[in-house]
């Protein structure tokens, strides 16, 4: 039995390392050969079906993978499937040859060459109408799970320590931005930023601290005279000492105001969330 010159070094382990060796690497091949076992050969019945937007299969062939597709994803109701067969039969009786050299195996330009060269019916509407979502909805399906796998990745920068606090909403609205715009420059159009001040605004609202209604001092001094008989209004005018601690409870106190308005309005946007 030949070994590979890659695996010479084994040769000249003692007979206990080759033995933890091969116990090791039994299990190994064993999990390798019981995935091999129950996944091959490989059936799906979408990937089996997809290759009809190549339209080079029979007229039988090709209605049966379209109809499979479209049975999958629910795109066409019950009643109207006598109206996509109807569809398919014409599309296989149009010579689409000049279409294959021109989309130049482009199945995606093939399809719009199709939409460009079709008769609209009287009412002006597609003549392909079930055909036409069915072809854009299999261009449009993903190849692999590497543009979800970037989103996440972009997740860490949008949503971070600072931003943490960021609606569902919001999040989403920013992975999309960021996503479309990955590779182009953002044209920000009058409409984007007449929207950008509105929003501004109604949050700069909400955020507002309430307008707190400035007390005069002397009604401060009154209210509190009357519940101090033993001191007058005058008495207060007259006694600078008194006049400044009053002064200083009235700053205080609209200090006070003014932290427990701006708590109440974080409290209530953080509801609304």
């Not at 390798?32 to 009809?52: A, G």
């Not at 692999?144 to 600072?162: D, H, P, R, T, V």
């Not at 715009?181 to 949050?203: A, G, P, Q, T």
């Not at 002397?218 to 007259?238: K, R, V, Y």
Request: with cysteine.
């Amino acid at each position: 039995m030949e070994i590979d010159p890659r695996l010479d070094s084994l040769m000249t382990f003692s007979e206990v390392k080759k033995r933890k060796f091969v116990e090791l690497f039994q299990t190994f091949l064993w999990n390798i050969l019981s995935y091999l076992i129950e996944y091959l050969p490989f059936s799906d019945s979408i990937i089996n079906s997809l290759d009809f937007v190549l339209l080079d299969n029979s007229l039988f062939v090709l209605k049966e993978k379209i109809l499979t597709f479209d049975e999958i994803f629910g795109i066409t109701s019950k009643d109207n499937k006598i109206e996509l067969c109807e569809e398919i039969n014409t599309l296989i009786s149009t010579n689409i040859n000049w279409m294959r050299i021109e989309s130049r195996n482009s199945s995606l330009h093939l399809w719009d060459l199709i939409e460009f060269a079709n008769d609209r019916n009287q009412n002006g509407d597609n003549e392909y109408k079930h055909l036409t979502k069915i072809f854009r909805l299999a261009h449009i399906l993903p190849t692999s799970s590497a543009c979800i796998e970037q989103s996440f990745s972009s997740l860490k920068f949008i949503k971070n320590l600072l931003r943490n606090s960021l609606r569902e909403e919001t999040v989403q609205s920013l992975i999309i931005i960021a996503q479309e715009f990955k590779d182009k420059d953002i044209i920000i159009s009058e409409e984007m930023l007449h929207r950008y001040n509105s929003v501004k605004e109604s949050l700069n609202k909400r955020k507002s601290i309430l307008t707190v209604k400035e007390i005069p001092l002397e009604n401060i001094a009154e209210e509190t005279a009357s519940s101090n008989p033993n001191m007058g209004f005058d008495e207060l005018n007259e006694h600078p000492n008194k006049r400044k601690e009053f002064e200083g409870k009235y700053a205080k106190g609209q200090v006070i105001w003014k932290i427990f308005s701006k708590l109440k309005d974080s409290k209530a946007e953080f509801r609304n969330r």
